[in-house]
Nanobody, 120 residues
């Protein structure tokens, strides 16, 4: 079965950094584009970033561009999101998801999410 498990979230101060991880299993990780999506309290889902098979092509939402970096380690079946210069507006539940058609939207396979809270 396909499983995606996020970790690394928690409380961080404004201006701080945090790295999220997503452990994948149950499928050939290297053959799928991957995404990060987030949901702030009381708001809808917001796409954050996508990465291709090899990790050499990436796309970011304007709100995180220049601050966040998506990457992957196919040997470890793990997706990462390095978050720098965090702001209170970044507070959200962060999900990793498997993209079913290249740069298209995520499909039905998502992780359970990891909470990121940016506060002093």
């Amino acid at each position: 079965e396909v499983q995606l498990v996020e970790s690394g979230g928690g409380l961080v101060q404004p201006g701080g950094s945090m790295r999220l991880s997503c452990a994948a299993s149950g499928f050939t990780f290297s053959r799928y584009y991957m995404s990060w999506v987030r949901q702030a309290p009381g708001k809808g889902l917001e796409w954050v970033s996508n990465v291709n098979f090899g990790g050499d092509n990436t796309y970011y939402a304007d709100s995180v561009k220049g601050r966040f970096t998506i990457s992957r380690d196919n040997a470890k079946n793990t997706l990462y999101l390095q978050m720098n210069s965090l702001q209170p507006e970044d507070t959200a539940l962060y999900y990793c998801a498997r993209a079913e058609g290249g740069w298209g939207p995520p499909g039905p396979y998502w992780g359970q999410g990891t909470q990121v809270t940016v506060s002093s």
